[in-house]
Protein backbone atom coordinates (compact mmCIF):
# COMPACT_ATOMS: atom_id res chain seq x y z
CA UNK A 1 0.00 0.00 0.00
CA UNK A 2 1.72 3.12 -1.56
CA UNK A 3 1.61 6.14 -3.68
CA UNK A 4 3.99 6.18 -6.54
CA UNK A 5 5.23 8.86 -8.69
CA UNK A 6 4.79 8.55 -12.35
CA UNK A 7 8.35 9.55 -13.82
CA UNK A 8 6.60 10.53 -17.05
CA UNK A 9 4.80 13.02 -15.73
CA UNK A 10 7.32 14.55 -13.05
CA UNK A 11 8.75 17.55 -13.50
CA UNK A 12 11.26 17.16 -10.53
CA UNK A 13 9.49 20.29 -8.70
CA UNK A 14 9.48 18.98 -5.08
CA UNK A 15 6.77 20.69 -4.30
CA UNK A 16 5.38 17.29 -2.63
CA UNK A 17 8.56 16.78 -0.42
CA UNK A 18 7.18 19.02 1.95
CA UNK A 19 3.36 17.71 1.92
CA UNK A 20 4.70 14.42 3.42
CA UNK A 21 3.78 13.75 6.93
CA UNK A 22 5.70 10.59 6.65
CA UNK A 23 9.07 11.97 5.22
CA UNK A 24 8.20 9.45 2.30
CA UNK A 25 8.83 11.53 -0.38
CA UNK A 26 12.96 12.10 -1.44
CA UNK A 27 15.02 13.14 -4.40
CA UNK A 28 17.13 9.97 -5.70
CA UNK A 29 20.82 10.09 -6.45
CA UNK A 30 19.72 10.48 -10.15
CA UNK A 31 17.77 13.45 -9.29
CA UNK A 32 14.22 11.40 -9.36
CA UNK A 33 11.43 12.29 -6.93
CA UNK A 34 10.44 9.19 -5.62
CA UNK A 35 8.20 7.65 -2.87
CA UNK A 36 9.60 5.00 -0.63
CA UNK A 37 6.70 2.29 -0.64
CA UNK A 38 8.24 0.87 2.73
CA UNK A 39 7.25 4.19 4.57
CA UNK A 40 4.19 5.74 2.53
CA UNK A 41 0.85 4.84 4.42
CA UNK A 42 -1.43 6.46 1.74
CA UNK A 43 -2.26 9.06 4.89
CA UNK A 44 -4.77 6.39 6.24
CA UNK A 45 -3.70 8.25 9.48
CA UNK A 46 -4.13 11.29 8.72
CA UNK A 47 -7.71 13.57 8.56
CA UNK A 48 -9.29 13.31 6.41
CA UNK A 49 -6.89 10.24 5.35
CA UNK A 50 -6.12 11.00 1.94
CA UNK A 51 -3.11 11.34 0.26
CA UNK A 52 -1.16 14.40 0.54
CA UNK A 53 1.19 14.42 -1.52
CA UNK A 54 -1.55 14.07 -4.38
CA UNK A 55 -3.21 17.63 -4.69
CA UNK A 56 0.40 19.20 -4.23
CA UNK A 57 1.24 17.83 -7.29
CA UNK A 58 0.16 20.28 -10.09
CA UNK A 59 1.17 17.79 -12.65
CA UNK A 60 -1.15 15.04 -11.54
CA UNK A 61 1.94 12.49 -11.35
CA UNK A 62 1.24 10.49 -8.15
CA UNK A 63 -0.53 7.77 -8.04
CA UNK A 64 -1.73 4.61 -6.44
CA UNK A 65 1.19 2.00 -6.78
S1 LIG B 1 0.31 9.27 0.43
FE1 LIG B 1 0.87 10.36 2.29
S2 LIG B 1 2.43 9.06 3.23
FE2 LIG B 1 2.31 8.47 1.09
S3 LIG B 1 3.84 9.69 0.03
FE3 LIG B 1 1.90 10.78 -0.13
S4 LIG B 1 1.90 12.21 1.55
FE4 LIG B 1 3.47 10.65 2.00
S1 LIG C 1 4.92 17.62 -6.99
FE1 LIG C 1 4.61 16.24 -8.73
S2 LIG C 1 5.92 17.06 -10.35
FE2 LIG C 1 6.63 17.95 -8.41
S3 LIG C 1 8.24 16.57 -7.68
FE3 LIG C 1 6.34 15.87 -6.75
S4 LIG C 1 5.54 14.29 -8.16
FE4 LIG C 1 7.08 15.47 -9.27
Redesign the pocket.
Known amino acids: M??KIDQDLCTQCSA?ID????E??SEDDDGSIV?DPN?????ID?DPPE????PACAFDA?LKA
Open positions: AMCECPHAIITCVECQPRCVI
